[in-house]
């Protein structure tokens, strides 16, 4: 490693090969998946093969790493490991225990966000009646839009819950335009930047397409929940601005979200999301510049492989010869 590289270790890369590049840039960069074929820890300098996530192996593993190569921060790029991130001791930038506990529990966030004085739609455990029909019962934990069911009235609800192989509650059914905001914190929980951004289209929960919206009220509820829950680095808050509930937000996920390319594309130079980590990891201050971003910019979302030799290594090679054709 060059000695003027900062380290950073992101964990569950799997297929975000766009963070994982984009880190790479500016920081030497360490990615870690228990799967051999996870295909963004080829865009990093080093893909150690860390033991499973609920080992007890796991940790330790991360603290040789970061002893090792120095290494000044820690991302995950899953739910899977945000609270066992939390409760270890390294350079984490992950909330506190309490807040990355309940943010991975739909319910325990719903609580949580009504605690700290926050918009989230009528939800209820089953067994106790929803105020109104149609709703949604949908797991407590789960991630990419997975096993999410309407339901027009109390039979078709219970019905769902029976079929849901997990714990699930049940949610008011909301409408109206639906957006995601990307903010960062720093590490006292300060706000930096809040990013909206409109779903035009989603893929198993995916976000593939959207727009970069300048909207004062999304900008502030962004600010809002990242520093009153608190957060600590990046969050992804996803809410619909509903006809009778009015800003509602259904979901918290305290890592980069699905569609990380947007605020990449809407950022000033200097400000990008991984950009502010490494700069905060070096021991940098970073200013809140909450709503200075370039709005209006719209992304969609493309595939692409890596191909692997008989040893699993890349060879370089592509089905075309200079790579992906650049847009035109």
């Known amino acids: 490693m060059a000695p003027d590289r900062l380290a950073v270790i992101l964990t569950g890369a799997g297929k975000r090969y766009d963070i994982v590049s984009a880190f790479a840039q500016h920081a030497f960069t360490i990615a870690v998946d228990p799967n051999p074929l996870a295909p963004a820890q080829y865009a990093a300098d080093l893909r150690p093969t860390p033991p499973p996530f609920d080992s007890g192996?796991?940790?330790?593993?991360?603290?040789?790493?970061?002893?090792?190569?120095?290494?000044?921060?820690?991302?995950?790029?899953?739910?899977?490991?945000?609270?066992?991130?939390?409760?270890?001791?390294?350079?984490?930038?992950?909330?506190?225990?309490?807040?990355?506990?309940?943010?991975?529990?739909?319910?325990?966030?719903?609580?949580?966000?009504?605690?700290?004085?926050?918009?989230?739609?009528?939800?209820?455990?089953?067994?106790?009646?929803?105020?109104?029909?149609?709703?949604?019962?949908?797991?407590?934990?789960?991630?990419?839009?997975?096993?999410?069911?309407?339901?027009?009235?109390?039979?078709?609800?219970?019905?769902?819950?029976?079929?849901?192989?997990?714990?699930?509650?049940?949610?008011?059914?909301?409408?109206?335009?639906?957006?995601?905001?990307?903010?960062?914190?720093?590490?006292?929980?300060?706000?930096?930047?809040?990013?909206?951004?409109?779903?035009?289209?989603?893929?198993?929960?995916?976000?593939?397409?959207?727009?970069?919206?300048?909207?004062?009220?999304?900008?502030?509820?962004?600010?809002?929940?990242?520093?009153?829950?608190?957060?600590?680095?990046?969050?992804?808050?996803?809410?619909?601005?509903?006809?009778?509930?009015?800003?509602?937000?259904y979901d918290v996920n305290t890592r980069f979200g699905g569609a990380f390319p947007a605020h990449m594309y809407a950022a000033r130079p200097g400000r990008t999301y991984p950009e502010l980590i490494v700069r905060m990891a070096r021991g940098e201050r970073v200013e809140p510049h909450v709503g200075d971003f370039e709005d209006g910019m719209t992304f969609t979302r493309w595939f692409w492989h890596t191909e692997l030799d008989r040893h699993m290594e890349p060879t370089g090679r592509d089905i075309l010869e200079d790579g992906p054709r650049p847009p035109r």
């Open 57 to 249: 192996e796991y940790v330790p593993f991360l603290q040789e790493l970061v002893r090792e190569h120095d290494v000044r921060a820690v991302v995950p790029l899953t739910d899977l490991d945000i609270e066992i991130l939390a409760e270890a001791d390294l350079p984490a930038f992950v909330p506190g225990p309490e807040v990355a506990r309940a943010t991975f529990d739909k319910w325990g966030a719903h609580e949580l966000l009504l605690a700290r004085g926050l918009p989230s739609p009528p939800t209820v455990l089953p067994g106790t009646e929803p105020d109104s029909y149609p709703v949604v019962v949908k797991p407590r934990r789960g991630s990419g839009a997975r096993s999410i069911h309407t339901a027009a009235d109390r039979e078709q609800a219970e019905f769902f819950v029976r079929y849901v192989e997990e714990e699930t509650m049940v949610q008011q059914l909301l409408s109206g335009p639906h957006y995601s905001i990307d903010l960062m914190c720093d590490l006292d929980g300060r706000c930096l930047n809040a990013v909206p951004r409109s779903m035009l289209e989603s893929r198993g929960g995916e976000s593939i397409k959207g727009t970069v919206t300048r909207d004062d009220e999304l900008i502030d509820l962004g600010r809002r929940v990242g520093e009153a829950l608190p957060v600590r680095g990046p969050c992804t808050v996803q809410v619909f601005r509903d006809p009778d509930v009015g800003l509602a937000i």
